[in-house]
């Protein structure tokens, strides 16, 4: 549940900047760093749509597959761990490469792109670690059904 309850605040942050980024946000509520400057930027957009609607579909499917992870027919499924742990790490390289651009040719850093960031890291570790629980669990239970 905390990987849903994390992939719920990523898509509501997500949707701040997006909706800044198509206009209904008249400014950002940045305070300090360059927030505007890396969403003016020609970085901003991806398959011409903001890259932040992108990450909010992203953390959208984190969330709907991490819920149905924890309730029903899929609770405990070793497929969904392993789907949650693919994509984070997905959202981690992606993450990383915005990461880069920003420091590196954009010379500016968007406190909520550092937020981001910072949340599909968190995102990845939890799933990792919840993913090898999960392989503990099973090797547990191969180890006792052969005693």
């Keep these: 549940m905390t990987i849903a309850v994390l992939s719920l605040v990523g898509v509501f942050l997500a949707t701040y900047l997006t909706l800044y ?42 969330f709907a597959l991490s819920l149905a992870g924890s309730v029903g027919r899929l609770a405990g499924s070793r497929l969904v761990g392993i ?24 010379h500016a850093i968007c406190r909520y792109c550092v937020a981001s960031a910072g949340i599909v890291v968190v995102l990845f570790i ?11 669990r099973v090797r547990g239970d191969l180890e006792k059904s052969d005693e």
């Design 83 to 106: 789907g949650l742990a693919l994509m984070s790490a997905c959202g981690v390289l992606f993450s990383g490469w915005l990461t880069f651009v920003e420091i590196a040719w954009l």
């Design 21 to 62: 980024k198509l206009g209904y946000v008249e400014a950002l509520a940045c305070g300090t760093g360059s927030c505007e400057v890396v969403q003016a930027s020609r970085w901003s957009r991806l398959w011409g749509q903001p890259v932040a609607l992108w990450g909010a579909g992203f953390y959208f499917a984190m």
């Design 126 to 136: 939890l799933s990792v670690v919840d993913l090898k629980s999960d392989e503990r």
